[in-house]
């Protein structure tokens, strides 16, 4: 029950321990951890403003997948580029509501990790990978990754992942995202009349912007 265990762990106390190298999960540890995914999404989901995506069982269990295998490639660097393309491969499904949703409930995780690799070994293939993940996976990664016009595009397009998506863009304060034009009255209008509370400087940055110049 590794994947089962890692999941516990994370989602109750948010540690984990972890040993050994990268390998594949039981059948009835899948099973287990499917389970207990469903019972986080449903916990979660009465958090996210409007109606959150229904779950997606795969997309969950992919997300959760990665993040235990990327937590094992962060403390045993030395494996080499085709080991981590192979133990953390892309989503092969369509990528739906349901699924961005449902792999963001884990992917949410990665940034810390990004910040942690980065830190170790700037260059290395591990935060290439993660780096081309924080691109293809906008609501699950802020920071200085822009993401793809199209992966960002899927998460606009739901009510419930755009307003999600805006709300954690204000909670960072990442300007580089809302000083985007496409993004930045998305962000003033779930602001209101409470911008000088949540974002006290929104307005005298976005002016910069405006005028030709990039956020910081």
Do not use: C, N
């Not at 909670?171 to 779930?190: C, E, S, W």
């Amino acid at each position: 029950m590794l994947l089962t265990s890692f999941l516990q762990d994370l989602l109750t106390t948010g540690s984990v321990t972890l040993v050994g190298r990268p390998s594949a999960f039981a059948p009835d540890d899948l099973l287990a951890a499917t389970e207990l995914l469903q019972a986080y999404y449903a916990a979660d989901a009465r958090e996210i403003p409007y109606s959150a995506p229904a779950f997606d069982a795969p997309a969950a269990l992919w997300a959760a997948g990665l993040l235990y295998h990327t937590v094992q490639l962060t403390l045993v660097r030395e494996l080499d580029e085709a080991v981590i393309a192979e133990t953390l491969p892309d989503f092969a499904g369509l990528i739906t509501p349901e699924v961005l949703y449902s792999a963001d409930l884990l992917l949410r995780y990665l940034p810390d990790l990004l910040r942690l690799a980065k830190g170790l070994a700037p260059g290395d293939a591990l935060v290439a990978r993660l780096q081309a993940l924080a691109r293809q996976w906008p609501l699950s990664f802020g920071g200085p990754e822009l993401p793809e016009p199209a992966a960002e595009a899927r998460v606009l397009d739901h009510p419930a992942l755009r307003q999600e998506y805006v709300d954690r863009l204000i909670r960072a304060q990442d300007r580089r995202r809302a000083g985007q034009p496409h993004l930045r009255a998305l962000v003033q209008a779930a602001l209101g009349a409470h911008a000088a509370t949540l974002w006290p400087d929104f307005q005298a940055f976005t002016l910069v912007t405006t005028d030709g110049k990039h956020a910081d």
